[in-house]
């Protein structure tokens, strides 16, 4: 048994990590994973507090000191089935969960610098359960005779679909893309998220009895109205996959991509994999990259293992404003990403072929707090220079797609055109209709979304139990009508 005292004194164990020399070389994961000693040994140092004050940074609501504890009597199948009871994509979290922000930030040795590495022990405890083949034994579920509709197969579509599933409704999942995983599958690359990884865990969910269906674009397949008079309940989560531009002169030269489609032709249609794959990609010699998230982040460093010699970001606040998780940032900086701060583009220059070949920008510096909290950059006048650069991808974030809204009668939307909810419930302003994750948020976290996945499942089971139904509000209509 190992003493308070020492637990206190014990460091977070380091995560051993690929070479930067080689890793840019490759698209092999760059964490490398605990060992079972590290697991051990990092599991020992938790306090296994009486108020577990870890639990509440978690949108998953994951039994964190319960799992933990099984990791210290070396249970790990236990370990996992207690993950399971609140998360169905543990493998993904513990790679992906910006984990320094919630379950990191609240746990008490926070305090000191050292909180205990959560996330890291949720990947050990999900990859030893892959690998040993050990699977969730569920009782035989009592049918409720009802079905929903879940519309996308991001987190938050997955993570409701398996809630549901569980509670005993027939659940069908419509997704557009030709694979389920949605941002999962199309947005983080392979060395942040291993693909077979995704694909595992969808099918540990399908496995539940969720019936998946790809290809299926709601909206134009079938609009939301009409999955309405087939299913008793919908939920929405197509999360917001129309990328913004920066709208500077000479966005439409030729090797100016959004991040959106860029890391779509590399991770969804495998152009890393070019020409075992027929996706080619053209990557410039020396590339900018426009904003600091992760997904700006991920762009740069997709770049650099696709063949950049040079590869920039250029945000126009300082490190500290980055949105990006500050392993992330590390891991570019390691890999020699340039990082541009305090740096805003004005204008995209090209030759008499319309091919890109530098950007004009200017220096900036910050003022005071804007609306959103961080202190206003202001352009420095007279630091006008000129980036020399054959490639530009535009990475400041994306918005709701108005494809889904437009087929959905009286769903209200606000003026960025995502879905206005019950933040409660995810309620929609239509009844038996709710929504979650990107499409009501914007961008947000994996883990976030996975949180709304859960509160919608638990209200379309309050809604569901209570008697709602939206087939039955059309029968309802259609006796008024015709009587």
């Known amino acids: 048994m190992i003493s308070v005292e020492e637990r206190m004194k014990r460091s977070q164990r380091p995560m051993p990590e690929q070479d930067p ?210 299913f008793d309940a919908l939920f929405l989560a197509n999360g917001a996959g129309a990328p913004h531009f920066v709208h500077i002169p000479g966005e439409n030269l030729n090797d100016v991509y959004s991040a959106n489609e860029f890391l779509t032709r590399s991770n969804l249609m495998k152009a890393y994999r070019f020409p075992e794959f027929d996706t080619p990609i053209k990557v410039g010699k020396k590339v900018a990259v426009i904003g600091a998230g992760n997904v700006a982040v991920d762009a740069a460093r997709t770049a650099l293992r696709l063949g950049a010699k040079e590869v920039h970001i250029v945000y126009r606040r300082s490190r500290k404003e980055a949105p990006a998780r500050a392993e992330e940032l590390a891991h570019a900086e390691e890999e020699g990403i340039k990082f541009d701060f305090l740096t805003l583009p004005l204008k995209i220059l090209g030759d008499e072929k319309g091919n890109v070949t530098s950007m004009e920008c200017v220096r900036m510096q910050l003022g005071a707090p804007d609306e959103s909290g961080r202190r206003k950059p202001i352009p420095v006048e007279g630091t006008n220079f000129v980036m020399q650069v054959d490639m530009v991808i535009d990475a400041i974030g994306t918005g709701a797609n108005p494809i889904v809204a437009r087929s959905a009668t009286d769903v209200r939307t606000n003026k960025w055109g995502y879905f206005v909810v019950d933040e409660k419930t995810c309620a929609t302003s239509r009844e038996g209709i709710f929504a979650g994750g990107d499409i009501v948020r914007g961008t947000a976290t994996v883990i976030s979304a996975i949180g709304d996945g859960k509160t919608a499942a638990r209200a379309i089971d309050n809604y569901l139990s209570s008697g709602g139904s939206l087939k039955k509000q059309k029968k309802v209509l259609s006796s008024l009508l015709y009587t």
């Not at 949720?122 to 990859?127: H, P, S």
């Open 21 to 230: 020399k080689e890793r840019i070389h490759n698209f092999d994961e760059v964490p490398l994973g605990y060992t079972k000693e590290d697991t051990i040994y990092e599991a020992q140092r938790c306090l296994q507090c009486d108020q577990p004050t870890c639990m509440s940074g978690c949108p998953a609501g994951v039994h964190i000191p319960q799992f933990i504890k099984k990791i210290v009597e070396e249970d790990f199948a236990d370990a996992y089935f207690e993950i399971l009871k609140t998360n169905n994509l543990p493998a993904m979290c513990g790679r992906v969960c910006p984990q320094e922000d919630q379950c990191y930030k609240t746990c008490v040795f926070n305090k000191t610098g050292k909180p205990i590495a959560i996330g890291r022990l949720e990947r050990f405890v999900a990859d030893w359960a892959r690998e040993h083949d050990v699977h969730e034994e569920l009782p035989e579920l009592k049918k409720k005779g009802k079905s929903v509709a879940v519309v996308g197969s991001g987190p938050a579509g997955l993570t409701c679909a398996a809630d549901l599933a569980k509670m005993g409704y027939d659940v069908t999942i419509f997704e557009a893309l030709q694979k389920p995983g949605g941002v999962l599958i199309y947005g983080i690359p392979e060395f942040r998220l291993p693909k077979t990884i995704v694909e595992y865990e969808i099918s540990e969910i399908q496995k539940l009895g969720v019936k998946l269906v790809t290809n299926f674009v709601v909206g134009l397949t079938k609009g939301v109205d009409e999955l309405a008079e087939e």
